[in-house]
């Protein structure tokens, strides 16, 4: 079962930039499997900010987010990263990591069957 630790998490001015990391262990890899990033405001829905499919790298991003994050990997480290640049107020949320073995839809939240605990992210205006 696929184990995962969000950190990075923190507060910071708008416009300003922070790094998640997730460290995964016994995750599975399938022609299907993905890794992402999800995030959850207070009184909103979880949605998906950044994917990665993990056979070839391929990259999703969420509308919102698009030019200002970017999701990475390092395998050999077990590591994946979300690198958010130009961070706005609107950004503020707990930000989770996924993984799951059989995704046919990146940014999909119910596609997603491992998550981590989630680290709180806050930028300030």
Same mark, same amino acid.
Request: aromatic letters at 12%; one cysteine or more.
């Given at each position: 079962?696929?184990?995962?630790?969000?950190?990075?998490?923190?507060? &910071?001015?708008?416009?300003? /930039?922070? %790094?998640?990391?997730?460290?995964?262990?016994?995750? +599975?890899?399938?022609? %299907? /499997? @993905?890794?992402? *990033?999800?995030?959850? =405001?207070?009184?909103?829905? %979880?949605?998906?900010? =950044? #994917?990665?499919? *993990?056979?070839?790298?391929?990259?999703?991003?969420?509308?919102?987010?698009?030019? %200002?994050?970017?999701?990475?990997?390092?395998?050999?480290?077990?590591?994946?990263?979300? $690198? +958010?640049?130009?961070?706005?107020?609107?950004?503020?949320? +707990?930000?989770?990591? #996924?993984?799951?073995? @059989?995704?046919?839809?990146?940014?999909?939240? =119910?596609?997603?069957?491992? *998550?981590? $605990?989630?680290?709180?992210?806050? &930028?300030?205006?």
């Amino acid at each position: 079962q696929v184990q995962l630790v969000e950190s990075g998490g923190g507060s &910071v001015q708008s416009g300003g /930039s922070l %790094r998640l990391s997730c460290e995964y262990s016994g995750f +599975m890899y399938t022609s %299907r /499997s @993905h890794m992402g *990033w999800f995030r959850q =405001a207070p009184g909103k829905e %979880r949605e998906g900010v =950044a #994917a990665i499919r *993990w056979n070839d790298g391929t990259t999703y991003y969420g509308d919102s987010v698009k030019g %200002r994050f970017t999701i990475s990997r390092v395998t050999s480290k077990g590591r994946l990263y979300l $690198q +958010m640049n130009s961070l706005k107020p609107e950004d503020t949320a +707990m930000y989770y990591c #996924a993984a799951s073995t @059989h995704t046919l839809q990146a940014l999909l939240e =119910a596609e997603y069957d491992g *998550w981590g $605990q989630g680290t709180q992210v806050t &930028v300030s205006s």
